[in-house]
């Protein structure tokens, strides 16, 4: 991370062929020290972000497109968000 941060403004992390962080060196070292759980999202339509803010338990929702969003939990939120 070290490294990345000294020079990147932004880092993506890609696990199994899937961008599952994409922000700023801060921005991720903030989401990881809650132990949140970063899950990619794609959706066939669009998805408002704050529709997804509202399911309960979802602890903060990054937009990748109008139809992708990273959202960050620390629980099973799949049948919520399906």
Avoid: W
Wanted: hydrophobic share 45%; with cysteine.
């Amino acid at each position: 991370m070290q490294e990345a941060e000294a020079i990147c403004d932004r880092i993506i992390i890609i696990n199994g062929g899937k961008i599952i962080a994409d922000d700023t060196a801060e921005g991720i070292k903030a989401i990881s020290s809650l132990d949140l759980i970063p899950v990619l999202v794609e959706f066939l339509q669009k998805v408002n972000p704050e529709e997804l803010r509202a399911i309960q338990g979802l602890k903060e929702v990054k937009s990748i497109t109008d139809f992708k969003h990273i959202i960050y939990c620390n629980t099973d939120l799949r049948p919520a968000v399906f």
